[in-house]
């Protein structure tokens, strides 16, 4: 990596492989899909300063398509359980 060395740019390359390889190393689908969020994050400023703006809508895209699975399967699911927790506690508040 030091010898292809050219600019602090290869810093947001040094920086986005370490942390979609840390992210690919969970177990836990949430933090992986943060990781790839961030990533997709610092591949924008990346393609920005380059002036690659298909790349920038590439990165976008798949910013857009985490951000989605976020929703469908950390979100969505989180309000629910919590929704039935407490329904579930105030049927059993009822019966007492």
Known sequence: ??????????????ASISISTIGF????????????????????VYNFTLQG????????????????????YDIIPYIKNKKSIKNSNNKMEEKT
Not at 27 to 43: D, E, T
């Open 25 to 44: 190393s969970l177990k836990n689908m949430f933090h992986v899909r943060i990781s790839m969020l961030i990533n997709g994050f610092l591949f924008i």
């Open 1 to 14: 990596m030091f010898i292809f060395w050219n600019n602090a740019l290869d810093l947001i390359l040094l």
């Open 53 to 72: 703006y298909v790349n920038m809508f590439c990165d976008l895209t798949g910013i857009i398509i985490s951000i989605t699975f976020i929703i469908i």
